[in-house]
């Protein structure tokens, strides 16, 4: 009885509680090996999505000379106005107007009225469409007047800008009092 009593001593005092060390040692050792595991096949994975990142920061620097991140309105004028002077044509009005903000991009229209010959305009739509900008021509309207041989053109030139920081969406006042 004596032996039966001190073995039960033992094993309730110190057996089971070493027991169940080590069976939650080996739970949590069981638990860092996978983790282990998961950060050496990420770790194998780094180098490659170094890459695509350093691939995807140069395309997007890239776009972004298509899209600058500042109006640049002048430098555009000049432009517009060089490529003008180099076909022929004569610019009348270039009239930027007010910039319509969207969530990632801003986007300027620019009134211009121009007279030409029918080919020059062609030719001055073709290099300002070679520009390193995204540009699109909008409301073209050509006319003739009577007894002339020179167009009078107007159109809206819209260009684009890039934002830095994303446009809220403007909460309507009248929903906050409901």
Avoid: W
Avoid at 55 to 81: G, Y
Avoid at 131 to 156: E, H, M, W, Y
Wanted: proline letters at 6%; glycine letters at 6%.
């Amino acid at each position: 009885g004596t032996f039966l009593f001190l073995g039960a001593l033992f094993y309730f005092f110190q057996y089971q509680p070493q027991a169940e060390t080590i069976t939650g040692l080996q739970r949590k050792l069981a638990e860092q090996e996978k983790r282990l595991a998961s950060l050496k096949q990420a770790a194998a994975q780094l180098p490659a999505l170094q890459e695509a990142l350093a691939k995807a920061e140069e395309d997007f620097s890239r776009l972004l000379a298509l899209l600058p991140d500042r109006k640049e309105i002048p430098a555009l004028l000049d432009a517009i106005s060089q490529l003008g002077a180099q076909v022929g044509l004569e610019n009348i009005l270039f009239q930027p107007q007010p910039e319509q903000v969207f969530e990632f991009h801003a986007m300027i229209p620019i009134r211009l009225d121009l007279v030409a010959g029918y080919h020059t305009l062609g030719a001055f739509f073709d290099s300002l469409s070679k520009l390193n900008r995204i540009l699109k021509v909008d409301n073209l309207s050509i006319t003739r007047p009577k007894g002339g041989s020179l167009l009078q053109v107007a159109c809206t030139i819209i260009t684009y800008r890039f934002l830095d920081k994303p446009v809220e969406a403007k909460s309507d006042p009248k929903k906050k009092k409901k």
